[in-house]
């Protein structure tokens, strides 16, 4: 297994402190639009994956959309559901439900959960085993699924 090294853990520790200080920093629409474009490059690299899957099997390609889920994962996004994220603002448009906002040891559970799942498709894709990568793929989807059915609008 590869390990990352030190000095690239404590960058993405310290880019990730910096995002959650600066987060409260910023106006409640451009944190709905930050955390949606990390959401839309999960999603991408979600793609990327799954197509490695089901056809050529590219491990170098899943190692680094799984790195890049993992990522964002750890990266402090949770600092982008401030105060007055709970709606649309203007024109920027959030699918986040209320309840949400309203049961956030449930939503620090899923995003545990979310966090550990996207941390092992990270090290099970860097292992290069296809049978393995695609069960813990599975468990990425299932974990993104269950914020998606508990705290997301249907679009």
Not at 97 to 114: C, H, I, T
Request: with cysteine; proline share 3%; glycine share 10%.
């Amino acid at each position: 297994m590869k390990r990352m090294p030190a000095s690239a853990v404590a960058g993405v520790l310290a880019v990730a402190l910096a995002s959650v200080a600066s987060a409260a920093e910023l106006k409640p629409e451009d944190q709905i639009q930050y955390r949606q474009a990390g959401y839309s490059f999960m999603a991408w690299n979600m793609g990327k994956i799954k197509a490695n899957l089901q056809g050529d099997f590219d491990q170098g390609q899943v190692e680094a959309a799984a790195n890049a889920i993992a990522a964002i994962a750890n990266s402090g996004m949770g600092a982008l559901y401030g105060p007055g994220t709970d709606k649309d603002v203007g024109d920027v448009e959030t699918a986040v439900k209320p309840e949400f906002f309203e049961n956030m040891e449930e939503v620090g559970k899923v995003a545990r959960n979310f966090i550990a799942a996207a941390n092992n498709m990270a090290e099970v894709a860097a292992g290069g085993d296809q049978a393995a990568a695609q069960d813990a793929f599975g468990k990425l989807g299932q974990s993104c699924k269950s914020c998606h059915d508990k705290f997301r609008a249907d679009d």
